[in-house]
């Protein structure tokens, strides 16, 4: 029997889950379907009970229902209470068990498809919503050096450092606004902002990068985005966009669901080249 699976989203026409899962079932051989379902702005829950009731067994939820998601659900990980928000959803019979898988795909991302070293280096994390909370602890399991968060609104990244403390152990992390970054070094820059959508980039100092860094912006999509751009020139050794990240985290999804780990560089490869 076909078992069925969604993402729910608002919009998700544009979503390239239901072709990535797609393919992971072709490699794994398992029998599902997975499709796009729009909930309305306020009827998350309701489309989310309706996929449930006709045999859904499990979703991914994506923006803006994330933390909706993380309401709803009657039992979530470590993981997706440290984010403060769920992406995937498992429904077992009258419980729905919310993870977030987000903050793994970046880590698998960064560690296996770009084979950059996490271990005893010095991270920045920009931005202070949603995306940089869901990094923050997969990040700080890495054993970096020390993490800097730093945001428009310095105080949201002074108060998320401040949260995260206890979680951070002996990593020292700091929160701060952009200005007072200047002087400071980096071998990771990761923009976890949505100054992407409006096609900007953070105002940031110059000097950031390190020899040998890496820029990442979590978000994709055509060609480079501002901030890469900028990035670039202004001294990183490599960029990488979000659309690894995505795939890795729909590779931990399918993971929760199927109990198997789909192989993801033939996927991204071809997502690379459409
Ligand atoms: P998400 O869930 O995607 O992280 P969010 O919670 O709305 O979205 O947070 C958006 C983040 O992007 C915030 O850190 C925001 O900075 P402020 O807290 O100062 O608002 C940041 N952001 C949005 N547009 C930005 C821009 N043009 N430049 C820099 N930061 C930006």
């Not at 993870?99 to 931005?127: C, E, P, Q, W, Y």
């Not at 985290?249 to 991204?268: D, H, K, N, Y």
Request: aromatic share 6%.
């Amino acid at each position: 029997m076909t078992d069925h699976y969604a993402v729910i989203g608002n919009p998700v026409s544009h979503s390239r889950s239901p072709q990535i899962h797609a393919a992971f079932a072709r490699a794994t051989g398992q029998d599902l379907s997975y499709e796009a379902l729009l909930a309305p702005l306020d009827g998350f829950a309701a489309t989310v009970r309706e996929f449930a009731d006709r045999g859904g067994r499990g979703a991914n939820v994506t923006v803006p229902f994330k933390q909706e998601a993380y309401v709803l659900a009657t039992r979530r990980s470590a993981r997706a209470q440290a984010a403060g928000a769920v992406n995937v959803l498992v429904f077992d019979g009258g419980e729905i068990f919310g993870d977030n898988t987000d903050g793994a795909g970046l880590v698998i991302d960064l560690r296996h498809n770009l084979g950059f070293t996490l271990a005893g280096s010095r991270i920045l994390l920009l931005g202070a919503g949603g995306a940089a909370r869901g990094a923050l602890l997969p990040l700080l399991e890495a054993r970096p050096a020390a993490v800097t968060i730093a945001n428009r609104t310095a105080a949201k990244a002074q108060a998320l450092a401040r949260e995260f403390a206890a979680r951070a152990g002996t990593t020292p992390l700091d929160g701060c606004g952009f200005a007072t970054l200047a002087g400071r070094r980096f071998d990771l820059v990761i923009n976890a902002t949505a100054a992407s959508l409006a096609h900007e980039a953070p105002a940031l100092p110059p000097g950031l990068y390190a020899p040998g860094s890496l820029a990442y912006d979590m978000m994709y999509g055509k060609g480079e985005t501002p901030f890469l751009r900028e990035a670039r020139a202004g001294g990183a050794a490599r960029t990488a966009d979000g659309l690894g990240m995505l795939v890795e985290q729909a590779a931990e999804s399918f993971l929760i669901w199927r109990g198997v780990r789909p192989p993801t560089a033939a996927v991204l490869a071809r997502l690379r080249a459409s």
